[in-house]
């Protein structure tokens, strides 16, 4: 039963977006910062270089019958699953994946003219089989991408996915990431107490408490230039709730709602409002 109560839930989510969703090319949209990455990033259509490499790696996990051990420390079960079933599931769609890679260029780039030789650091929970760490990491070669997975076996299927692309700028993180992200973060601040991050993106355990936790963990690396993207907001009830009260957070200046994606901004210069947008 409640497993139907989720499926209409996303059905009537989906409806309720494109009911009220705008298709403006970035119109009305009064930041001047937030208008370019509007029009210029989330509505570009070119294929960049390394976009065809990455996606013959999804179709090669699609097709591929071997089986995959997995922990799952959200649900706490684990089991044995066909990868081409982890990949149907699990991989984010090209057109997510390659927004965000867009997003990660333009923060490269205005790291680089804003601080110099600072290097740009992507965050991404939940790795699963490395695709959009690969569109992340390809942005940049000289970006750090630091990525979290809970299960090992997946993780070496990502690691040997980089490799076929030849990624040599990503990090990965194994184990549980309610023990390994406040880890990280400590570390990252004993280390740097300026350390800060550029891109993150929220796509491990979705459930409201731990979005909610994984969300204030990061905070130390969060700067007003920061852009967290949280995937799957309208995925059920409980997603939808936590990425409502966290677009509320007087510290979130903008948000946007992609459908399935939910885009965060902190600068206090942007004029504060919430954004439903079609792309």
Request: overall charge positive.
């Amino acid at each position: 039963m409640k497993h139907l109560r989720i499926i209409f839930y996303r059905i009537w989510a989906h409806i309720r977006h494109r009911l009220t969703a705008w298709n403006t090319g970035g119109e009305g949209i009064h930041s001047p910062y937030l208008f370019y990455l509007v029009r210029f990033l989330f509505y570009d259509r070119n294929a960049y270089y390394c976009f065809a490499p990455i996606e013959q790696r999804r179709e090669a996990m699609l097709h591929a019958p071997k089986p995959i051990r997995v922990e799952d420390y959200g649900t706490g079960s684990s089991g044995t699953r066909l990868l081409c079933d982890i990949a149907r599931r699990s991989l984010g769609t090209p057109k997510e994946s390659q927004l965000l890679f867009r997003m990660a260029l333009y923060l490269a780039e205005e790291v680089r003219r804003e601080e110099g030789d600072r290097t740009p650091l992507l965050i991404e929970l939940g790795t699963s089989l490395g695709l959009t760490t690969a569109y992340l990491a390809a942005s940049d070669s000289r970006s750090r991408v630091v990525t979290f997975e809970g299960a090992s076996e997946i993780a070496d299927i990502a690691r040997m996915n980089w490799k076929k692309l030849s990624l040599q700028n990503i990090e990965c993180i194994i184990g549980n990431i309610d023990e390994t992200l406040p880890r990280f973060v400590k570390g990252t601040l004993y280390n740097n107490t300026r350390a800060r991050a550029d891109l993150i993106f929220l796509d491990a355990n979705h459930t409201y408490e731990a979005t909610l936790r994984y969300y204030e963990q990061l905070q130390p690396l969060v700067h007003r230039k920061t852009i967290i993207v949280v995937d799957d907001i309208h995925w059920s009830p409980d997603m939808n709730r936590a990425w409502n009260e966290i677009r509320r957070r007087k510290e979130v200046t903008s948000s946007m709602d992609l459908l399935e994606l939910g885009v965060l901004f902190f600068d206090p210069d942007y004029l504060p409002k919430h954004y439903t947008l079609r792309i």
